[in-house]
């Protein structure tokens, strides 16, 4: 669990980033999820963009997310989801 310090730190961080996925019409799949936990192992922390075409709301996408384990939501912003979990091997976010 995130402090409120540590999430605004985590949402200047991800201010300049670009979303590395969309979800679409589909919604949040096992293959999507897959692929935002291996970019999450890699980066720590990534955007999601939410498209309108989205069947399932951008707060149920957050719950689903935030029950796997480790991954935490920063912020959810208009259709924007910014994520964040520990990296096991690569650590390159050192939290306040």
């Given at each position: 669990m995130l402090t409120g310090k540590q999430k605004r730190?985590?949402?200047?961080?991800?201010?300049?980033?670009?979303?590395?996925?969309?979800?679409?019409?589909?919604?949040?799949?096992?293959?999507?999820?897959?692929?935002?936990?291996?970019?999450?192992?890699?980066?720590?922390?990534?955007k999601v963009n939410i498209l309108q075409n989205c069947d399932e709301d951008k707060n149920e996408i957050a719950a689903k997310l935030e029950a796997r384990e480790g991954l935490e939501i920063v912020q959810v912003i208009g259709n924007m989801l910014v994520l964040y979990k520990e990296s096991k091997e690569k650590k390159r976010i050192e939290l306040p």
């Open positions: 730190f985590l949402r200047s961080e991800a201010h300049h980033l670009q979303p590395v996925f969309q979800i679409g019409k589909s919604g949040l799949t096992d293959a999507v999820i897959a692929q935002i936990e291996e970019a999450l192992e890699a980066k720590e922390l990534i």
